[in-house]
């Protein structure tokens, strides 16, 4: 074997040196140019999730939606949630709940998904008239 022919990385059983993609992945096939170097490929983060953000303007009031944000984690979510949505205590309170566990009715549907059921008309106050005999209605 002469020098020109010494493996840099370790050959697959049955192919022969020098011949075929290289199976270590910090190599960078180089194309030539002196301007290009062998690096490492990054390292493969996992992806921000999508988390929605409800704060509580003060006590005894609901929660109410403040828009969204993406964190990695629930504890970043929630120190996200506070520099943006409460940077001047507007808020005593903060739920933030990852956006994929959030299961909402589809605003196309809305008239079949809201509509009265039939023959329940009694649940509306229309359906009812005013008696002869009680004078305080």
Partial sequence: MS?????TSQAQPGTPVGVGPSTDPS????TG????AVTA???AHAPWGLWEVFVRSSRGLSHVHAGSLHAPDAAMALRNARDLYTRRNEGVSIWVVPADAIAASDPDSKGSFFESPQGKDYRHATYYTKSE???HL
């Fill in 3 to 7: 020098p020109t022919d010494t493996p």
């Fill in 27 to 30: 190599v960078v096939p180089s």
């Fill in 33 to 36: 140019s002196s301007a290009d």
């Fill in 41 to 43: 490929p990054e390292p």
């Fill in 133 to 135: 005999g009680v004078k």
